[in-house]
């Protein structure tokens, strides 16, 4: 007599080597594999990975052919996708309630998910369908007399108190106003790429679509060294109640991994802990509303500030 399926066989569901529960879908597997071997940035992890939800859940409802539920090939054809993203937009395959409902999802989730699945097919040496309308685009950089401002206005902070987020995000500011870095480049610093005496920071530039990482040295501002003599007793508090990291911006707060557990729990993140990219675009986010003359100094998108930065810096070097 065969063995039963490792799921009926008194072994639970099965999973990877990382312990994370596999789709019983092959095609979804699969992917699963991909994924691992794309090499993305976490932010755009972040996104194939809703998507890779959302194709799940929509095999699971049977909304898609069958064949598409045995191969990836299948499952990223026009006939299959087309009817996801109907669905997906429609807010049907959300994974949790939103004001208690499924509304649709925004016009920007709706590009990235197109933007996705292009990204999907042409890994595997497939034609982009350009579902979406295109890029979003993007929104007009700050010019350099802006930059000037914004130097200025962080100069001033540095002239009295703050709290540790306003000193972190003045530091984090004053460093991307030297460096021009990505925030992924900005969320990897740790404290060994700060020169002595603070004089220079390093940064590891990871071009976004590839390419060979290559680092560099960038010499810093007298406003970037006394934002960073600011932060660093700052940190250095933080960091000894989170048993200690080297990464130079970390968490203000106690907070959660956002992964549940098989009883419905998160491990719980002390202050202290590694700030990642998604952390450190929401500081500056929140930074931007919260702190005195900074929403008219600074763009909606941490990105932007740094195409302008890198524009200036560009610009004078010329």
Known sequence: ???PPLATAGLGPMRDNRGVQMSKFPSVRALDQLLDGLGTGAARRRQLDMVRGELERALARGALPVRARRSLQRL??????????????????????????????????????????????????MPALRLGSGEIPLQPAPAAATLSALARQLDQYLGGAMSPAQTRLTALLAVQLDTAARSGELAAQRTTHLGEGLAAVYVERRPQGGGAIQGEWVETSALTRAALERWLPVREGLVQ?????????????????GVLDD????????????????????????????????????????????????????????
């Not at 990464?247 to 203000?252: H, P």
């Open 76 to 125: 990223l054809e026009e006939e299959a996708i087309r009817p996801y993203v109907r669905i997906a937009e429609s807010g049907a395959l959300r994974h949790r309630r939103v004001a208690g409902g499924f509304p649709p999802t925004s016009e920007a989730t709706n590009e990235i998910r197109s933007k996705c699945i292009d990204l999907l097919r042409e890994a595997l040496g």
């Open 241 to 257: 109640r989170a048993h200690g990291t080297s990464r130079l911006w970390v968490s203000l707060w106690m907070n959660h991994d």
């Open 1 to 3: 007599m065969s063995k």
């Open 263 to 318: 009883e419905g729990r998160t491990v719980i993140r002390p202050p202290g802990m590694p700030l990642e990219e998604n952390g450190l675009i929401t500081s500056y986010r929140v930074g931007r509303l919260r702190y005195e003359g900074l929403r008219q100094l600074l763009p909606l998108k941490m990105e932007q500030l740094r195409r302008a930065v890198n524009a200036e810096r560009q610009r004078a070097a010329a």
